[in-house]
């Protein structure tokens, strides 16, 4: 009976062998560790830590954490303030971490293994570009350079074996020249190369962020000012290297390019990436939400004709595109219930009365019309129409609306111009008018 009663006690000590802890400096600028398993599809919560006096916190791992990719997320935003660690289900793993030096892991061999490896690799690295930079030509040492760098990355690839950071050693493996390049064919054939080694079915490299940041890096950062004709190329080169077979995980990491390239207001990209790759991708993977929101993306470039929509009162029908007698036409979809809306447009009345080449198209979203019969009459000087079922009507998803009061400045022939995102940005656009 001893003896059972002496495992009741050693089981749950076993069961929690394993935690993952860590220390964030300075201890004033953070409260909380949260702990994220990672999936390719995102991130499920594992559960917080939260930091004592001098930054110090742990988070027990039980037997239910399985190995893989996980996050701690330590700020907000959370897509902006996480890393991502390695666990084996073995060991425990320990960090430091501060925004000057980032993480430093100091306990669990796949994390510091990983870490070794990317520092070595960076040597290197500088050693191959201070052999190019000072114009050395002579092959003996070149071939000593990559020399360093085959036996660095076989040693790793070694050491690696049978734990899971093996799979992105390999997958980070570096193109190796067989015989003396220039700077232009080596720089022509690590691009080449860039991509080559990864296998982007691996479940790990999906969680991880390993993928985003190879791709990313490959059309952002391996080219010096790239022209649009460029950028077409390397995400064609990147869209042509991911099967279809992986379709989420080429789904979303295309997806990722259309973002930056939507951030970066380049819409040509945003644009050629959704026409040649993404919709179908969307529509293969019964994505309805990216199907719109892509679509509405492009119906409502900068550049594009704005969508037609029929302009609906007492006097008379007609549709935005008929509109006429106005160099610059302002649309403007806004709701009587919304507080920010009414809030700005007498902000937006005011600002127009000196503009006679400016004419406004005010677009009500709303569930009935009563409010907002009363309210239009606040603003006798602009086109109204309305649209029912407000966040339900279809004229929301064509043009993507997620918010109101949202801006189009379009031309006479309803090229639009540009989009304001708030008043401020507003006002900037039309003091130019």
Same mark, same amino acid.
């Given at each position: 009976?001893?003896?059972?009663?002496?495992?009741?006690?050693?089981?749950?000590?076993?069961?929690?062998?394993?935690?993952?802890?860590?220390?964030?400096?300075?201890?004033?600028?953070?409260?909380?560790?949260?702990?994220?398993?990672?999936?390719?599809?995102?991130?499920?919560?594992?559960?917080?830590?939260?930091?004592?006096?001098?930054?110090?916190?742990?988070?027990?791992?039980?037997?239910?954490?399985?190995?893989?990719?996980?996050?701690?997320?330590?700020?907000?935003?959370?897509?902006?303030?996480?890393?991502?660690?390695?666990?084996?289900?073995?060991?425990?793993?320990?960090?430091?971490?501060?925004?000057?030096?980032?993480?430093?892991?100091?306990?669990?061999?796949?994390?510091?293994?990983?870490?070794? /490896?990317?520092?070595?690799?960076?040597? $290197?690295?500088? !050693? =191959? *570009?201070?052999?190019?930079? #000072?114009? &050395? @030509?002579?092959?003996?040492?070149?071939?000593?350079?990559?020399?360093?760098?085959?036996?660095?990355?076989?040693?790793?690839?070694?050491?690696?074996?049978?734990?899971?950071?093996?799979?992105?050693?390999?997958?980070?493996?570096?193109?190796?020249?067989?015989?003396?390049?220039?700077?232009?064919?080596?720089?022509?054939?690590?691009?080449?190369?860039?991509?080559?080694?990864?296998?982007?079915?691996?479940?790990?490299?999906?969680?991880?962020?390993?993928?985003?940041?190879?791709?990313?890096?490959?059309?952002?950062?391996?080219?010096?000012?790239?022209?649009?004709?460029? /950028?077409?190329?390397?995400?064609?080169? $990147?869209?042509? !290297? =991911? *099967?279809?077979?992986?379709? #989420?995980? &080429? @789904?979303?990491?295309?997806?990722?390019?259309?973002?930056?390239?939507?951030?970066?207001?380049?819409?040509?990209?945003?644009?050629?990436?959704?026409?040649?790759?993404?919709?179908?991708?969307?529509?293969?993977?019964?994505?309805?939400?990216?199907?719109?929101?892509?679509?509405?993306?492009?119906?409502?470039?900068?550049?594009?004709?704005?969508?037609?929509?029929?302009?609906?009162?007492?006097?008379?029908?007609?549709?935005?595109?008929?509109?006429?007698?106005?160099?610059?036409?302002?649309?403007?979809?806004?709701?009587?219930?919304?507080?920010?809306?009414?809030?700005?447009?007498?902000?937006?009345?005011?600002? $127009?009365?000196?503009?006679?080449?400016?004419?406004?198209?005010?677009?009500?979203?709303?569930?009935?019309?009563?409010?907002?019969?009363?309210?239009?009459?606040?603003?006798?000087?602009?086109?109204?129409?309305?649209?029912?079922?407000?966040?339900?009507?279809?004229?929301?998803?064509?043009?993507?609306?997620?918010?109101?009061?949202?801006?189009?400045?379009?031309?006479?022939?309803?090229?639009?111009?540009?989009?304001?995102?708030?008043?401020?940005?507003?006002?900037?656009?039309?003091?130019?008018?």
């Amino acid at each position: 009976m001893k003896k059972f009663t002496l495992l009741l006690f050693i089981l749950p000590l076993l069961a929690f062998s394993q935690s993952v802890k860590g220390t964030f400096s300075p201890a004033e600028d953070f409260s909380f560790a949260y702990l994220y398993q990672a999936t390719p599809e995102g991130a499920n919560y594992v559960n917080r830590g939260k930091l004592d006096s001098i930054g110090n916190f742990e988070i027990p791992l039980d037997s239910t954490i399985a190995p893989g990719i996980y996050k701690i997320v330590y700020a907000i935003p959370p897509e902006e303030n996480n890393f991502d660690f390695i666990y084996d289900g073995k060991e425990t793993v320990a960090f430091n971490f501060s925004y000057d030096n980032g993480v430093e892991f100091t306990k669990s061999e796949e994390n510091k293994l990983w870490n070794s /490896y990317l520092n070595s690799m960076a040597m $290197v690295n500088q !050693t =191959i *570009s201070n052999f190019y930079s #000072k114009g &050395k @030509t002579d092959k003996e040492g070149f071939n000593s350079i990559f020399k360093v760098v085959k036996d660095t990355q076989l040693a790793y690839e070694e050491s690696a074996n049978g734990k899971l950071v093996s799979a992105f050693i390999t997958a980070n493996r570096p193109y190796i020249p067989k015989q003396y390049e220039d700077i232009t064919t080596y720089s022509n054939n690590l691009k080449q190369h860039f991509l080559s080694q990864i296998d982007f079915s691996n479940y790990l490299l999906q969680s991880s962020s390993f993928l985003v940041d190879r791709v990313t890096g490959y059309v952002f950062n391996l080219v010096e000012n790239p022209s649009n004709t460029k /950028y077409k190329q390397l995400v064609d080169d $990147v869209a042509n !290297t =991911i *099967s279809d077979d992986n379709l #989420k995980i &080429k @789904t979303s990491l295309i997806e990722i390019l259309w973002q930056r390239f939507v951030a970066l207001e380049n819409h040509e990209l945003a644009n050629y990436i959704t026409d040649n790759y993404l919709l179908e991708l969307a529509n293969k993977s019964e994505n309805r939400v990216l199907a719109e929101t892509i679509t509405s993306y492009k119906n409502t470039s900068i550049g594009t004709k704005a969508p037609n929509f029929e302009i609906a009162s007492t006097q008379n029908t007609t549709t935005l595109h008929d509109l006429e007698g106005s160099d610059y036409y302002l649309l403007i979809f806004w709701s009587s219930g919304c507080g920010h809306c009414l809030n700005e447009l007498p902000k937006v009345k005011e600002l $127009v009365a000196n503009k006679p080449n400016l004419k406004v198209v005010a677009f009500g979203l709303e569930e009935e019309p009563t409010k907002w019969t009363e309210e239009i009459k606040k603003y006798p000087n602009f086109t109204h129409t309305i649209g029912l079922g407000k966040w339900e009507n279809p004229i929301v998803k064509t043009y993507g609306i997620a918010a109101t009061p949202m801006y189009f400045l379009l031309s006479s022939s309803k090229i639009i111009i540009a989009k304001p995102y708030a008043f401020e940005d507003l006002e900037v656009v039309l003091k130019g008018l």
